[in-house]
């Protein structure tokens, strides 16, 4: 009696036959067998380690692979341990993030996390394979041209210049009469640098290296002047700036001028780690100038100028020739590392001039 009631019971259960909830019944049967794989990277700024596990958690979502808080936690950690990676070797690293689905009947989603370490030679190296020239734009800094010119006669005026990429400033010096020196780091900039000076048969003497290695020899007593336009930019740190006082002191002349660009701060605004670490990502290495302060504590030089490099270039420029470059009026403003919808950013390239007392 009792098994034929219960077999009356199963036949009464009727099938589902609405169109609607059998879709969505084939559709979440179907998400299973849904095979994707990916790859997204990442600048390397540490502090966005959160903004990114949401990208990823969100990414993973739209696949119907929904990460349950345990893993996200994992994947934070796994993240962040290569963003540190990437970040300590170099501020122009990524991380890169590959993912696929796991084949069925799995449900799940696995991925691999690495640091792409790129260094600043090589990145110079895809500007000249991809860019046109001129990289840095066609004219010398005016700023560059008229401290030179206030030193007295050019043969009586050796200049060096440190990060001389192409040669933007070192070139007209040279023609204008100075003893033109160069530093670079990225050898396929000192290639070029090398070969117009050749073309035109300017005598310049071109150093390859890294001019914060102790080992490479910068001559004692030498230079009038030092420019650094455009490389303090690429700085990590103050104790970069100290290096670079410390190798500079002997080299120039007393009453010489070490003039730099470097982005600071405006004194209102407190830099925080995220806006640190993206100022360096993004080649816009900012510094307060108390920072700059305590850097020159103890060296032989004394602050003389701090003036906008956009608004001095731009007066002194020809009007034809403004803006030097497409991205450069936007990155000297601070816009390549905020992009905000209503101000300013609080960070300007400045022109730093030191005189060698
Ligand atoms: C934006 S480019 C500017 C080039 C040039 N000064 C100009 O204004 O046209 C920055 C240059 O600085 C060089 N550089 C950066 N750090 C350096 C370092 N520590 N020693 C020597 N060169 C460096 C780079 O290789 C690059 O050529």
């Known amino acids: 009696?009792?098994?034929?009631?219960?077999?009356?019971?199963?036949?009464?259960?009727?099938?589902?036959?609405?169109?609607?909830?059998?879709?969505?019944?084939?559709?979440?049967?179907?998400?299973?067998?849904?095979?994707?794989?990916?790859?997204?990277?990442?600048?390397?700024?540490?502090?966005?380690?959160?903004?990114?596990?949401?990208?990823?958690?969100?990414?993973?979502?739209?696949?119907?692979?929904?990460?349950a808080p345990t893993e996200v936690a994992q994947l934070r950690a796994n993240v962040l341990l290569k963003l540190e990676e990437g970040w300590k070797a170099s501020p122009y690293s990524r991380v890169v993030v590959e993912y696929k689905t796991d084949p069925p009947p799995n449900d799940g989603l696995s991925y691999?996390?690495?640091?792409?370490?790129?260094?600043?030679?090589?990145?110079?190296?895809?500007?000249?394979?991809?860019?046109?020239?001129p990289l840095f734009g066609a004219h010398p800094d005016c700023k560059v041209m008229h401290t030179a010119a206030s030193l007295g006669a050019p043969q009586d005026v050796p200049i060096?210049?440190?990060?001389?990429?192409?040669?933007?400033?070192?070139?007209?010096?040279?023609?204008?009469?100075?003893?033109?020196?160069?530093?670079?780091?990225?050898?396929?900039?000192?290639?070029?640098?090398?070969?117009?000076?050749?073309?035109?048969?300017?005598?310049?003497?071109?150093?390859?290296?890294?001019?914060?290695?102790?080992?490479?020899?910068?001559?004692?007593?030498?230079?009038?002047?030092?420019?650094?336009?455009?490389?303090?930019?690429?700085?990590?740190?103050v104790s970069e700036i100290r290096c670079l006082l410390r190798r500079l002191a002997p080299a120039i002349q007393p009453g010489g001028i070490l003039l730099f660009s470097?982005?600071?701060?405006?004194?209102s605004y407190t830099p925080d780690k995220l806006s640190r670490e993206a100022s360096r990502a993004f080649w816009a290495s900012l510094f307060t100038r108390k920072e700059l302060a305590e850097a020159i504590e103890g060296f032989p030089f004394e602050r003389i100028g701090d003036e906008s490099v956009h608004d001095y270039e731009k007066e002194h420029l020809p009007a034809s020739a403004w803006p030097p470059t497409g991205w450069f009026a936007g990155w000297a403003s601070g816009y390549d590392v905020y992009?905000?919808?209503?101000?300013?950013?609080?960070?300007?390239?400045?022109?730093?001039?030191?005189?060698?007392?």
């Open 1 to 67: 009696m009792a098994a034929s009631s219960s077999s009356n019971k199963s036949k009464q259960v009727l099938p589902e036959t609405r169109p609607i909830t059998l879709r969505e019944g084939v559709i979440r049967r179907t998400d299973r067998h849904i095979n994707a794989n990916g790859r997204i990277s990442f600048k390397c700024i540490p502090s966005l380690v959160d903004h990114y596990v949401s990208v990823l958690e969100t990414q993973f979502k739209i696949l119907g692979r929904p990460y």
């Open 112 to 133: 691999v996390v690495t640091a792409r370490i790129y260094t600043l030679p090589e990145l110079y190296k895809e500007w000249v394979d991809t860019r046109t020239p």
């Open 160 to 237: 060096l210049d440190i990060g001389a990429g192409t040669g933007r400033n070192t070139i007209p010096l040279a023609r204008a009469g100075h003893p033109a020196s160069a530093v670079e780091l990225s050898p396929a900039l000192v290639q070029i640098l090398k070969k117009t000076a050749e073309d035109e048969k300017l005598e310049v003497k071109v150093i390859e290296g890294d001019i914060l290695d102790d080992n490479l020899a910068i001559p004692e007593n030498a230079y009038k002047l030092v420019i650094l336009c455009e490389v303090v930019s690429h700085f990590r740190e």
């Open 262 to 267: 470097c982005f600071f701060s405006h004194d």
């Open 339 to 357: 992009k905000l919808t209503s101000g300013r950013t609080p960070i300007e390239l400045r022109w730093v001039t030191l005189r060698r007392v």
